[in-house]
C-alpha cells in the first residue's frame, strides 16, 4: 500500500505498508519520532491526541485512515465491506471538531467510495488519498505564490501557531507564503509567536524556519501588540481550522486578538487557506464549533502542574475572527480582498463549484 507524494523536506504524514507513519508534533523539536497508526482506531486517537494537527494535515490524515478502514472491512467482510466500515468513519468524524478539512476529506473520500463495487477497495481509495495529499500540496504551493506577490521585498513578518509542513500535506499556507516570499525576494524578520498552550510557534514553526535557514525569532503571545505598536511588522499571516460562508475564520485560539491588533496599527492582516477550509455550509462565525480541550493543558506543563490546585481554566483551542477585520483571504482558487459572503461565493464561482 502506499503512493507516490512529492514531499519538501518534512515528511510528516505517510502511508507505508499498510500503516499510517505520523510525525508526532507532540514531541518535536526536541525528539524526531514516528507513531505508527495500524488501523482507523488509531489514527483517530493520533488526531484526537494531537500526534498530527492543522487543519490539511488532520484532512489528509483522515483519508489515509479511511484506507486503513476500507482494507480492514474488506478483510472482515468481503464484499459487504462498505457497511463495515460505518464506525471507522464516524471514529475519524468525531476525531477533532473544529477543522472542517476533516469532513471535506471524508466527504470527498465517500465519494470515491461511492463509485466502487464489492472487490477489494484498498488500491482504489490508497489512490484517492494520496491524489488528495498531492492536491493540498499542489494547493500550498499555489497560494504560497498568490501570497507572496502582496509582500514587500525583505518583509517583517509576525504569524501565529504553526502552518508549515506539520501542518498539512507539506510546504503550508501561511508559512508557505513565507516560504514563497523568502524565495522570491527574501525576508528580513518572521516572528512567530509562541502559541500556548500547546507552543506550536515556539516549537514546530521555529523547528520549520530554522530547518529551512530562514530567520525565527519566537515571542510570547502577550507580546504582539507591543511588537506591532513599534511598527516591526509589514504583514500578519495565519491559517485557517474554518471558515464561514461570510469569510468569519476560525483559527488558533490568539488569532482574533491578534487581527483587532493588527487593524488597530494599520497592519495587513491575511488569513491563508485552502478552499477545503471554506464551510459553506456554515452562514457564519457563529455557526463554527469551538473545540475546548482538557483545562490541564493550561494549568500544567508537561505533566507538572504550575498553578495552584484551586484554580480552574477555560481552555478554548479556536477563536473566531470576525471577516471585517481579514485584509484578504488567500486560498489557491484566488485572493479574495475584505472577503465577505459575496467575494466569497464570487470565488467559487470562478473555478465552478
Ligand atoms: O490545534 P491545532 O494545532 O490543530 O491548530 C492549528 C491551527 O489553528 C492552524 O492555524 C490551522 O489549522 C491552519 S494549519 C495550515
Known sequence: MGGEVQYDRVRAIELRDGAVYLLDQRVLP?????????????????????????????????????????????????????PAMAADMERLRRSRPTAVNLHWALARMEEVMERLGPD??????????????????????????????????????????????????????????????????????????????????????????????LPATILADGAAGALLKRGDIDAVLVGADRIAANGDTA????????????????????????????????KDGSGIPIEERDPLEVLAFRGVRHSPEQAQAWNPVFDVTPAALVDALITEAGVVEHPDARGIAALFERVGR
Open 120 to 213: 477489494d477497495p484498498t488500491a482504489a481509495m490508497t489512490a484517492a488519498a494520496t491524489r488528495l495529499h498531492a492536491d493540498d500540496i499542489e494547493a500550498n504551493r499555489r497560494m504560497g505564490a498568490l501570497g507572496a506577490a502582496l509582500l514587500p521585498a525583505q518583509a517583517r513578518l509576525l504569524t501565529h501557531c504553526n502552518t508549515g509542513a506539520l501542518a498539512t500535506g507539506g510546504y503550508g499556507t501561511a508559512l508557505g507564503v513565507v516560504r514563497a516570499a523568502a524565495a522570491r525576494n527574501g525576508v528580513a524578520a518572521v516572528y512567530a509567536d509562541e502559541t500556548r498552550p500547546w507552543l506550536q510557534g515556539a516549537r514546530l514553526t521555529a523547528w520549520e524556519l530554522v530547518t529551512e535557514g
Open 251 to 282: 483559527n488558533k485560539i490568539g488569532t482574533y486578538g491578534l487581527a483587532v491588533l493588527a487593524r488597530h496599527h494599520g497592519v495587513p492582516f491575511y488569513v491563508v487557506a485552502p478552499t477545503s477550509t471554506i464551510d459553506r455550509a456554515c
Open 30 to 82: 526536541s525528539e524526531v519520532r514516528y507513531e505508527v497508526c495500524q488501523d482507523a482506531t488509531q489514527v483517530a486517537s493520533a488526531i484526537t491526541d494531537m500526534v498530527v494537527r492543522g487543519a490539511p494535515a488532520i484532512g489528509v490524515t483522515a483519508a489515509y485512515g479511511v484506507v486503513l478502514a476500507a482494507a480492514s472491512a474488506f478483510g472482515a467482510a468481503g464484499p459487504q465491506w462498505r
